[in-house]
């Protein structure tokens, strides 16, 4: 069982990272317009999974794993908000969708694919603790991550071809950062198989990442869009994704 569990992070973690950048060069072959447009439906859709995965699944999970010291959770849960704020300030943690980041100069290429790295990083450790926790919560949080890194790594492509990397080259270099979420993801399994009491606290700060990232990035971006049919466009994608989190944790109550 234990190691069906570690094929299973393998793969998502697999699917999370290179199998994003893989999705994302569809996405840049496309025309310009096209891009844009199916990159913001995607960016909604992972806002409502993101949210749905942290607040439906992860924090409970979490409360009910730590024998319910819900104000022990809670406050891995702020510290985790608070740690992601301080790494954006230091520009280590960062998502762009596009060319027009607030990154500019000679530095933008190296910071993105540093910021990546560690995002993906975060990302393998996520993974690991979810499926550790519980098989239906892994498959939620991998989707989640699957639904983010894809217009993540868009950005990441659009913005080092714009500082005249060849598409090979930005290929390459988004793969060596995107590739930190498989030996993260194997890392954590092992360390945290033998630390079980750590589990929910990860599971808090995992959380938090995702509720940062779905509020702190994703969603200002929606704002950027303005008018009736954009703003429905949005709502029905969040709730599409909020829905099909939702979805997820409804059959694993059938299937007990």
């Known amino acids: 069982m234990e ?15 290179i199998g994003s950048i893989i999705l994302a060069i569809g996405f840049i072959n496309l025309k310009k ?4 447009s199916l990159v913001s439906c995607l960016v909604a859709y992972a806002t409502g999974t993101l949210l749905a995965a942290a607040a439906l699944g992860m924090i409970p999970t979490a409360i009910s794993k730590a024998g319910g ?9 702020l510290g985790g908000i608070m740690f992601f704020f301080i790494l954006e300030k230091l520009i280590i943690w960062r998502h762009c969708h596009d060319a027009e980041c607030a990154v500019t100069g000679e530095a933008a290429a190296p910071i993105i694919l540093i910021g990546d790295a560690f995002h993906n990083l975060v990302d393998g450790i996520v993974i690991a603790a979810s499926f550790l926790i519980n098989f ?3 498959i939620a949080v991998s989707l989640s991550v ?4 894809v217009p993540q790594e868009v950005g990441d492509f659009a913005i080092l071809i714009d ?7 930005a290929f390459l270099y988004n793969t060596l950062s995107g590739s930190t979420t498989i030996p993260a993801a194997i890392i954590g399994y092992f360390i945290l198989e033998t630390i ?9 700060i995992s959380a938090a990442s995702f509720i940062y990232i779905a509020l702190s990035d994703l969603t200002p971006e929606l704002h950027q869009k303005i008018g009736f049919k954009y703003s429905i466009r949005q709502l029905i994608l969040i709730f599409a994704g ?7 944790f409804l059959l694993k109550s059938i299937m007990e």
């Open 69 to 77: 010291k819900t104000q022990s959770v809670m406050a891995f849960f």
């Open 146 to 149: 699957i639904a983010h890194e």
């Open 242 to 248: 909020i829905m099909t989190m939702i979805l997820i």
């Open 3 to 17: 190691k069906k569990i570690l094929i299973w992070i393998i793969i998502f973690a697999f699917l999370g990272s």
């Open 33 to 36: 317009d096209r891009q844009k």
């Open 163 to 169: 500082k005249d990397y060849s598409k090979k080259k």
């Open 196 to 204: 079980l009491i750590a589990i929910p606290y990860v599971l808090a």
């Open 136 to 138: 239906t919560i892994g």
